[in-house]
């Protein structure tokens, strides 16, 4: 039931980047502007015991050298504020920065950080979950008591945030299944690795500084930006150019700050642009390794009655956004499912590694893998069917969940029944191929956002709105609301976005939410206009307002399709005298309350707008090597109901080949010195169109009534999530066990099926 | 060393005078001042900056543009005949193959050139002739659609 009649949606972006007419930051350039180059700490964990930048700063050309002793001293990040723009006494990981230098080009910049002198004195490397969660084990952060938490965080010695999730006796419910399974699955840390390596530039015109970011998050970075150097919002504008992809990891406040910093001490525009390599290392946003601990309690019939979960994730050196992290890896771990009783305890354990931070649907496609491995673990003790399993335990309608949040009507038992019966599950299949599948949830976001809308005298519209469009077409989109609001066409609306000095806020390309919430800030401020259009129309027709509809370019009188008369004219008369301007916000959908007793409290044990979904994936094994080929993915998904079908359609097509190489081949290596081993193309392999499986994706289309405009949920994350667990579960059948490391590299899989640990 | 010579860029005659030991890429981006075609790894592994020299798909990024005097260069600036886009880039909109648009450039490159030496690649043809080039937002099947789309439309 999409909302548009076209059947197809151009972006309007995309003319621009097809031509290669389109500019992202790397492309922006300015008079006199100079190169940024910065000084990485290069070891893991140490005390800083000598910072000279005397010879750098006295090499010609070079403009500006900073480190800490040169900004405020601000410790910053939301939730767990731990960190400082710059290394203050200790480095805590490779990627930390220890000083920035700005010079005339970057041959200049990189000699003067090269005569930068630094020095070390060791300090012990944190680097294992588990050791740096017992007693006595040395610290990441000294000071961790002192940090200024917020909210109902809880903190350990090394874990910067802690929850869980209980509900009912757990142990009794335990006691009276007749199986009880545990499994411990492991995931490698990975990356979002959007295409685009990011770049900032930065101008100061007096004392107010322009930053041109690739940044998912303009007004976050903004903040960021006013946080750590002390200034007033109005001081500060941030523009996005085009953004070459996200995927999260361009999300929250990176190096616009010490950009900005470097502009202001050299007194000229300086320019940032990331190598490859420091895109893989220097980013507070990775997508985080995690220990999974299950125990699951069955009846001989096949129901579930309890679970128990451990959890340990990486949170690396230090908190970025990842506080809430435990409470939603919990959610995972607990899963779409009914049962009596439930306890899982998540800890963000810091390490000597690259800080983790949201990336595409954040701890779920590990999460969902360790347990939808464990699902068909559970479905083979108690001989039942994988799929049969889940239809029997999975929460519906008036069920209640883990949590204890109880579902109004829900897809999803309607996605694993479409997703099982597009796929070859029931098929006699060649003994090196299978299909495996895996269910899935995730939440909406809902939050602020704000949005313009005004009709020019020649009947034009312009969508001035907060929101940032990160590829996924959801801005392009939004186009499509204010048209249906007004009669008029996507396409006669340009688009004002990606500029805080512009438009009013908007969380960002973050959570999948720029559909959930600025689309309903645009169709309340395309209402505004509406209702102006009608005023008028009712004017000049002789009609009361309400009984006038507008379409097609028209306002007309309701049931005299004659009597009419055009957007054009009447946007003429308007700017004349009261302009056709609108504004909304909308208002967010409400957060559900659950039953749970929650430690740790982050708000995400009660969904608005959940999302759920069902990959079978058709896999082939070659038994020689562990090589696994993924054939054909059948994907349904319920994300409420869907407005631009090419877009959403996009969305879990990018997400399921994101899930095929996290499921394969992307992980991070570290070396015994927390240092990462695979920092570039060739060692970190991602998913290229010679492995693209061909992929069926059904929606079931169920409007939300507490979600985004006509019933929408969010979507872009979701797609994500299950398909690493449907590949596992297709790979455990071949191999005869799971494989319980992630990636399920050649290696992992061939050493399991030879029955080696890996 | 500096060194100044001459480049042709999509049929247009450039003086650059650049480091010799300079990249095609950057000299395309900084002397000739097209930025269409992007860096994304320096590596050769992502194809972001694939253009096409003589005809053949190159990755510009490790490639010296003083080796490509004498030769025709091609970037996605060059790919428009007139003003009217190339079937390639009509079609991987229309597919809805451009999310970021940061392969895009690369992308339509080398889809190009693979359809001036195969006019009608089967699947497993046009999957291998765009593996050079990583895409992170589209999962390549709607890019492939495109490709498809192109080879029918411009043989029939």
């Known amino acids: 039931m999409a909302i548009a009649e076209v059947p197809r949606f151009v972006r309007a972006d995309g003319p621009d980047k097809v031509t290669g007419s389109g500019r992202y930051a790397a492309d922006i350039n300015l008079t006199g502007q100079l190169v940024a180059k910065f000084r990485y700490a290069g070891v893991s964990h140490a005390r800083i015991t000598k910072l000279d930048t005397s010879a750098a700063s006295a090499m010609p050309g070079v403009f500006a050298v900073l480190t800490a002793a040169d900004v405020p001293d601000v410790i910053y990040s939301p939730v767990v504020p731990d960190r400082r723009l710059f290394a203050k006494d200790v480095v805590r990981f490779e990627g930390e920065l220890v000083a920035a230098v700005a010079a005339v080009d970057a041959a200049t910049a990189q000699a003067a950080v090269d005569a930068i002198v630094v020095e070390y004195e060791d300090l012990p490397i944190v680097d294992d979950l588990e050791a740096a969660m017992a007693d006595g084990s040395p610290l990441v952060h000294q000071d961790w008591e002192s940090y200024a938490v917020t909210g109902d965080t809880v903190q350990r010695p090394n874990v910067a945030s802690f929850s869980s999730i209980e509900k009912g006796d757990v142990d009794a419910a335990m006691a009276s299944a007749d199986h009880v399974v545990t499994s411990r699955y492991v995931a490698d840390g990975c990356h979002a690795l959007p295409i685009e390596p990011r770049a900032v530039v930065a101008q100061w015109e007096g004392e107010k500084v322009t930053i041109w970011t690739s940044t998912q998050v303009p007004f976050g970075a903004r903040a960021g930006v006013c946080e750590t150097l002390q200034m007033p919002a109005s001081k500060v504008r941030v523009i996005v150019p085009h953004l070459g992809g996200g995927f999260g990891g361009k999300c929250g406040f990176h190096f616009e700050a010490h950009v900005a910093a470097l502009a202001k001490a050299a007194r000229r525009a300086v320019k940032l642009v990331f190598s490859r390599q420091e895109e893989m290392v220097a980013p507070d946003r990775r997508r985080e390794g995690m220990i999974v601990d299950i125990t699951s309690g069955v009846k001989a019939d096949g129901t579930l009655v309890a679970r128990s979960g451990w959890i340990a994730i990486d949170n690396g050196a230090y908190t970025a956004d990842a506080a809430f992290f435990p409470q939603l890896a919990a959610m995972h771990v607990a899963g779409p499912y009914a049962m009596e009783a439930v306890k899982i305890e998540a800890s963000l354990v810091y390490t000597n590694h690259q800080p983790s931070g949201s990336v595409r649907a954040p701890t779920a496609p590990q999460a969902c893998w360790a347990l939808e491995s464990h699902t068909d673990e559970l479905a083979a003790m108690v001989g039942m069917d994988p799929v049969e399993f889940r239809r029997a335990n999975i929460v519906d309608e008036g069920v209640e969940g883990a949590a204890g949040q109880i579902y109004g009507e829900i897809g999803l038992r309607r996605c694993l029944d479409a997703a099982v019966d597009a796929s070859a599950y029931s098929d006699d299949l060649p003994d090196d191929e299978a299909v495996g599948v895996a269910i899935s949830w995730w939440p909406s976001f809902p939050g602020p956002s704000g949005a313009y809308i005004k009709i020019d005298s020649d009947g034009s519209g312009m969508i001035i709105t907060g929101a940032q469009e990160c590829g996924t077409g959801s801005v392009m989109t939004l186009r499509m609301l204010a048209a249906k609001e007004l009669g008029m066409e996507p396409e006669d609306f340009q688009l004002v976005y990606q500029d805080t000095s512009a438009a009013p806020y908007d969380t960002g390309a973050t959570g999948s939410q720029t559909l959930l919430n600025n689309g309903r800030a645009v169709v309340e401020g395309a209402r505004e206009v509406a209702a102006q259009l009608r005023d008028l129309a009712a004017d000049r027709l002789e009609a009361a307002p309400d009984d006038i509809e507008l379409a097609s370019g028209k306002a007309h009188v309701s049931g005299s399709p004659d009597k009419a008369v055009s957007i054009v004219e009447l946007a003429g008369v308007a700017a004349e005298g009261e302009m056709l301007i609108g504004k909304g916000s909308g208002t967010p959908p409400e957060y559900p309350s659950v039953s749970a007793m929650c430690v740790g409290d982050q708000g995400l044990a009660g969904w608005a707008g959940p999302q759920f979904a069902c990959h079978a994936v058709h896999v082939r094994l070659d038994r020689e090597t562990g090589v696994v080929r993924v054939l054909d993915v059948s994907a349904a998904h319920d994300s409420g109901t869907i407005i631009n079908p090419v877009a959403a359609h996009g969305q879990v097509e990018g997400g399921i080949m994101m899930g095929v190489g996290q499921a394969l081949t992307e992980g991070t290596q570290y070396g015994d010195d927390a240092k990462q081993r695979n920092t570039g193309l060739l060692e970190y392999k991602l998913q290229t169109a010679a492995d693209a499986p061909t992929i069926h994706t059904e929606f079931i289309e169920i409007p939300d009534p507490n979600a985004g405009p006509y019933g929408a949920k969010g979507l872009a994350e979701a797609p994500n999530v299950p398909t690493a667990a449907a590949i596992a579960n297709g790979v455990a059948k071949l191999v005869g066990m799971s494989v319980r490391q992630l990636p399920m590299t050649a290696e992992r899989v061939w050493m399991t099926s030879e029955g080696m640990s890996s | ?156």
Do not use: W
């Not at chain 2, 999957?127 to 498809?148: D, H, P």
């Open chain 2, 1 to 156: 060393m500096t060194t100044s010579y001459e480049l042709d860029v999509n049929g247009v005659t450039y003086p650059v005078t650049a480091d010799q030991g300079k990249n095609l890429l950057s000299v395309i981006r900084e002397n000739v001042g097209l930025t269409g075609t992007k860096e994304g790894c320096d590596d050769c592994e992502c194809g972001a900056c694939m253009v096409l020299l003589d005809g053949q798909p190159l990755n510009s990024c490790s490639y010296l543009a003083v080796q490509a005097q004498g030769r025709q260069v091609t970037t996605i600036e060059g790919v428009m005949d007139g003003p009217e886009m190339h079937a390639l880039q009509r079609n991987l909109l229309e597919a809805g193959g451009v999310q970021c648009g940061f392969c895009t450039p690369g992308m339509i490159m080398s889809a190009k050139a693979l359809l001036e030496r195969d006019a009608r690649p089967e699947l497993d043809a046009a999957r291998i002739g765009l593996s050079g080039n990583l895409c992170r937002c589209t999962g390549y099947a709607k890019i492939l659609s495109a490709v498809e789309a192109t080879a029918v439309e411009l043989n029939t």
